[in-house]
């Protein structure tokens, strides 16, 4: 059965520093999207990107986030310059229309130290 | 303003002991709502999408249905496994889908 995997599952990092969380959706769905989780608390909306452009984003997602298909397989979210308050789990997520059930893949925990 | 709203926050069952989890929504205009289950460090995993009240959908030990107001997640004789958060979701536009704070079920042998 098709899912959405996502590397690295682990990542710190110092405050500061860029990083970029990678997915891979599934292979014929076409809306992509990432949330996060901070520990304890509801999965937020961040992003959905559909058609090679961000088509939603919320208020979270600020100058210091961007997404990118780079190619026709991935689609990875990148943090400038990140924060404390940006430890959480990032998951991204796909669906095949934009009313369609997400399915989402196992996350990143990320820790800023 | 909460859009989505689950309880019990927490709910511990013996195993073989039915119950309901309930999911009350605020959005117009429902564009369907969906149940994910969430093991502890893991994603959400898709479980059901309903459309229209009266709707109802099954899979295995589980039974989702849908009101006007409001869904439930009607679980018959729970095992240990069934053990974990289920998170409901709804889209209040077309796009992003807004999360409750999930229940967490508890099953003990």
């Known amino acids: 059965e098709p899912e959405v995997t996502q590397t690295p599952s682990h990542q710190v990092t110092q405050m500061g520093q860029e990083v970029i969380l990678r997915c891979v959706p599934i292979?014929?769905?076409?809306?992509f999207y990432w949330y996060r989780q901070i520990l304890g608390q509801k999965v937020e909306f961040l992003v959905s990107f559909y058609n090679n452009e961000i088509s939603e984003k919320s208020e979270i997602f600020d100058d210091q986030f961007s997404v990118e298909r780079p190619d026709g397989s991935n689609f990875t979210l990148k943090i400038r310059s990140t924060k404390l308050e940006d430890s959480a789990m990032y998951f991204c997520?796909?669906?095949?229309?934009?009313?369609?059930?997400?399915?989402f893949g196992p996350g990143t925990r990320l820790l800023v130290l | 303003e909460d859009q989505v709203t689950q309880s019990p926050e927490a709910l511990r069952l013996q195993e073989g002991e039915s119950s309901s989890l309930n999911c009350s929504y605020t959005?117009?205009?429902?564009?369907?709502l969906f149940w994910y289950r969430q093991d502890p460090g893991k994603g959400p995993e898709f479980l059901f999408t309903l459309y229209s009240a009266g709707e109802e959908k099954e899979k295995e030990r589980l039974k989702a249905t849908l009101t006007k107001k409001e869904s439930f997640l009607h679980i018959t004789a729970p095992k240990p496994e069934d053990s974990a958060t289920y998170l409901c979701a709804v889209p209040p536009g077309f796009q992003k889908l807004v999360f409750g704070t999930g229940t967490r079920l508890l099953v003990s042998p």
């Open positions: 959005v117009s205009g429902l564009r369907g």
């Open positions: 292979s014929n769905h076409l809306y």
């Open positions: 997520a796909s669906g095949l229309g934009q009313e369609e059930t997400q399915y």
